[in-house]
């Protein structure tokens, strides 16, 4: 078996994502793609706007995929053995708390998009002045709003009763996904080590974003005891080693929140290069630098990365977009008005526009820039002559207006319009989709031919780290991408863009 011959070292990433999970190795050479597996996993709503999942079934998952990617490697006589390290990238905000005694969780993972927590935040704010949802925001980055896992933590310690006996007993653990799979993989309860990095620590509330601690005034604010948080640490080094299968004894060593890992993986090292993922959720982040900077147009301050236990934390400006790739589902499991998600770009090409009709998909509220959650999805614009293909244009639209919704917002906060934005994520194969991105935000949008950006920043990670050392950040090969550039004018795109604004405006206040 060829092992460090044809590719150089390998480096594993785990992508744990809303949708399914996933273990790719790369190439620390050529940031190639040697191998991987994909399982989808299951969500359940057991209430409108709740969405759960099972923390056990994440878990055997990933293990499953990591033992396909073996067998794959082997198939293919690569050495599964010269993987260098592990990384692990993962859906943010997910919250699951678990008893340390036997492993297992006390309730399902409560979801980042589910609004059951909307009750506690009105709770909350009734007690802050002016009901200011972002009385916190100076010192976590973050607006009070159900999104994040504090919120979720409230939520199961005020619901399950088994919580509150565990964290009497001291062997209650909260922790984001990447905590859950390291505590696993690590042992579990026969000494797992219980941490979490500096960027899934930014979405919880309760970490100071200056400090990048855990802050006992919001864990006080939110009466969550700091005791069953995970350990912070960087998002570069060496946190413990796969306890058995047959990676058994391999470095786990880089960890990112899905949406920074891409941004690393797009590589976006540098201040004022951003980034934009299109998935179920959809998400713009912009590289600030060592500078943390306070947005005041409704995006979110959060921690970039930090690479390595020494280096300094590098800050990004957040614009989360709650509904993308989740409106096409809407249309197809909901409305039934196609049957494949493949059919969507061909559908939507034989309109050569809307007819005027303007989808909001607030589903469960809309995020940045606006934070209201009583917004609810509307379809404005419709007459007698509108066609599924034009209601199927309006949905990719609305992606693409959402998105430039942020980044109105962040040319605000930075002053500096970005020249082009990079994209990634399963919705980018969709060319129209791509063609109208950059129709009406008035920029090229340009497409890496590797489409893997998001493991692709926690393999980098992982590899970089201290003690492993096999992939070079310094020293990174170009990537061959394609550039989609605007062909429409000023004029039509802001005529358009109003109109948006203006459907958005019709959908606010819905839920009174």
């Known amino acids: 078996m060829s092992s460090m011959g044809t590719y150089g070292p390998l480096v594993g990433a785990i992508d744990e994502g809303t949708s399914s999970a996933r273990f790719l190795v790369f190439s620390a050479q050529t940031s190639r793609l040697i191998a991987s597996h994909q ?3 299951k969500q359940f709503c057991p209430h409108e706007g709740w969405v759960e999942q099972d923390p056990v079934e994440i878990v055997s998952m990933v293990k499953e995929c990591m033992s396909r990617v073996y067998d794959s490697l082997k198939e293919q006589q690569i050495d599964p053995l010269s993987i260098s390290a592990i990384g692990i990238t993962n859906q943010r905000e997910t919250t699951v708390v678990w008893d340390k005694t036997t492993g297992l969780p006390f309730y399902n993972a409560i979801v980042w998009l589910d609004i059951r927590t909307t009750s506690i935040l009105n709770q909350l704010l009734e007690k802050v002045h002016n009901k200011d949802k972002n009385y916190v925001k100076s010192v976590c980055g973050l607006p009070l709003s159900p999104y994040f896992s504090a919120l979720k933590i409230r939520w199961l310690m005020d619901n399950v009763p088994e919580v509150q006996t565990a964290i009497r007993e001291d062997r209650c653990m909260f922790g984001t996904i990447d905590s859950w799979l390291i505590w696993n993989l690590t042992g579990g309860k026969d000494g797992g080590v219980h941490i979490t990095d500096v960027t899934n620590a930014s979405r919880t509330l309760l970490m100071n974003v200056n400090t990048a601690k855990w802050d006992p005034i919001l864990c006080r604010f939110f009466n969550i005891p700091q005791k069953i948080l995970p350990k912070i640490l960087s998002s570069s080094e060496i946190y413990g080693h796969v306890s058995d299968g047959p990676l058994a004894g391999k470095p786990i060593s880089g960890c990112l929140g899905d949406q920074q890992s891409a941004l690393l993986g797009q590589r976006c090292l540098s201040r004022g290069q951003a980034k934009c993922t299109y998935g179920t959720g959809c998400f713009l982040l912009y590289n600030t630098g060592f500078e943390k900077i306070d947005s005041t147009h409704g995006l979110l301050t959060t921690v970039a990365w930090k690479l390595g236990k020494t280096a300094p934390v590098v800050y990004a400006l957040e614009g989360s977009v709650a509904v993308a790739g989740a409106a096409i589902t809407w249309l197809r499991d909901n409305l039934e008005i196609f049957e494949k998600v493949q059919e969507v770009e061909n559908i939507a090409s034989r ?8 989808f909001v ?6 995020y940045a820039p606006y934070w209201q959650e009583d917004a609810r999805g509307s379809i404005v ?3 007698e002559d509108t066609q599924r293909g034009h209601i199927i244009r309006a949905t990719l639209e609305a992606i693409c207006f959402q998105t430039r919704d942020i980044l109105e917002a962040m040319n605000k906060d930075c002053g500096i319009p970005l020249s082009k934005l990079q994209v990634d994520g399963g919705m980018t194969s969709n060319n129209l989709l791509m063609q109208l991105q950059a129709d009406l935000s008035g920029i090229p949008v340009v497409r890496p031919h590797m489409a893997e950006t ?6 980098m990670a992982a590899g970089s780290a201290e003690g492993i050392k096999v992939w070079d950040l310094k020293h990174l090969q170009p990537t061959s991408n394609d550039t989609f550039s605007p062909v429409v004018t000023d004029e039509e795109r802001d005529n358009r863009y109003i ?3 203006m459907a958005v405006e019709r959908c606010m206040h819905w839920d009174i």
């Open 454 to 459: 998001t493991a692709l920043g926690a393999a």
């Open 499 to 501: 109109k948006w604004k």
């Open 351 to 358: 309109e050569m526009h809307t007819g005027d009709v303007y």
């Open 39 to 41: 399982i989808p996993l």
């Open 361 to 366: 998909p607030a589903f469960s509220g809309l």
């Open 381 to 383: 614009g419709i007459t």
